[in-house]
């Protein structure tokens, strides 16, 4: 899953905006999602700095999916123990709304009020997906995203709660860490996962800056000046994608998307699941690789319900804005003709 996912979105030189403000920036992430919004060096960060508030140790376990990346499991190591289902130790749950289709949050929250399960969100593949009308990671007691998912940020991400004081805990911990030592770390950092990111290089020392990054929550002013500086372009940049996935949805069959098509979700994804018969996913990542377009099969929770998954082979297909309308139009042809 890495190759796909690390690769995107950074065929682009990113933009600078060398006014970026820090209060700017969480002042409109805050209004765009309506509770407090704190920006940190990586949505990792973020996920410790919660597990930490809640008073979560090594006894406690985490319910989380099957597939989640090495990072998190290695963060949740450090203050829980992830699960695969719910036991009697149960804490917490991390719900994580896979490549930005939104879980079925009426059926999770059920369920883990229930349990008495505290719902976080992992949000790290969209900042604008919606589940009946409701913005994702506005659900659980907090959630987090991930800039370089969706910006050419290397590093940045946020934290988004309701929560008062998890908000004033995290912002006491950045306080206190804003240091010479924070700033040395995000140069290391940046530098690492800029080699990585676009040359596919590094990869064990990306590991480990992703492991030790929680105790660095500071984003430097350098990955600021990647992001919109103000609402409206943090929305077009939004849009931009969104409208390359509205283009796939009406251009591919309809009967490939099985998620797309669930009245109750808007997603804006990362990727796009396309459920082609078993025997053809094969062929057609091939077709698609001869056209310079870079697929990977990977399995979709079409339940979209941690508490009750349903794993499905597809082909996960990119839809982010860096793509060209030639790249869509090409990727469709190939999966229609597949």
């Not at 006014?19 to 002042?27: F, G, T």
């Not at 450090?78 to 917490?92: L, N, Q």
């Not at 690492?192 to 990111?197: L, Q």
């Not at 082979?313 to 090409?330: D, N, T, V, W, Y």
Request: aromatic fraction near 12%.
């Amino acid at each position: 899953m890495r190759g796909l996912l690390d690769e995107y979105p950074y065929s682009i030189r990113p933009r600078q905006n060398r006014k970026n403000n820090l209060a700017v920036i969480e002042d409109y992430l805050s209004r765009f999602y309506g509770r407090s919004a704190l920006v940190l060096a990586s949505a990792r960060t973020g996920l410790y700095a919660i597990y930490k508030f809640l008073g979560l140790n090594r006894s406690d376990h985490i319910l989380m999916p099957d597939f989640m990346c090495q990072a998190v499991l290695n963060i949740t190591n450090t203050s829980g123990f992830p699960v695969k289902r719910a036991d009697e130790k149960t804490k917490a749950v991390l719900v994580f709304h896979q490549w930005g289709y939104p879980q079925k949050m009426d059926e999770v929250i059920t369920e883990a009020k229930k349990r008495n399960l505290i719902v976080i969100e992992d949000c790290a593949h969209s900042f604008n997906s919606s589940y009946k009308g409701r913005k994702i990671g506005t659900f659980g007691k907090a959630a987090i995203f991930s800039f370089a998912k969706l910006f050419p940020t290397y590093l940045g991400g946020v934290l988004v709660s309701g929560n008062a004081g998890l908000i004033d805990y995290v912002k006491k911990d950045r306080a206190q860490k804003d240091k010479f030592v924070n700033r040395l770390f995000n140069f290391i950092a940046g530098r690492i996962a800029k080699k990585s990111f676009e040359k596919g290089k590094a990869r064990f020392w990306l590991d480990i800056i992703y492991l030790k990054s929680i105790h660095y929550p500071n984003l430097g002013r350098k990955y600021l000046r990647y992001l919109p500086g103000d609402l409206q372009s943090f929305e077009t940049e939004l849009a931009a994608r969104k409208q390359n996935y509205q283009f796939l949805k009406s251009a591919l069959k309809k009967e490939l998307l099985i998620p797309d098509w669930d009245a109750d979700i808007d997603p804006d994804p990362f990727l796009i699941p396309v459920f082609l018969p078993e025997q053809k996913l094969m062929s057609c990542r091939e077709a698609l690789l001869r056209k310079g377009i870079f697929t990977e099969i990977l399995h979709f929770d079409i339940n979209r319900n941690l508490f009750a998954p349903d794993y499905r082979k597809s082909l996960a297909i990119p839809c982010h804005q860096m793509m060209e309308r030639r790249g869509l139009e090409k990727m469709a042809e190939v999966i229609n003709q597949a």
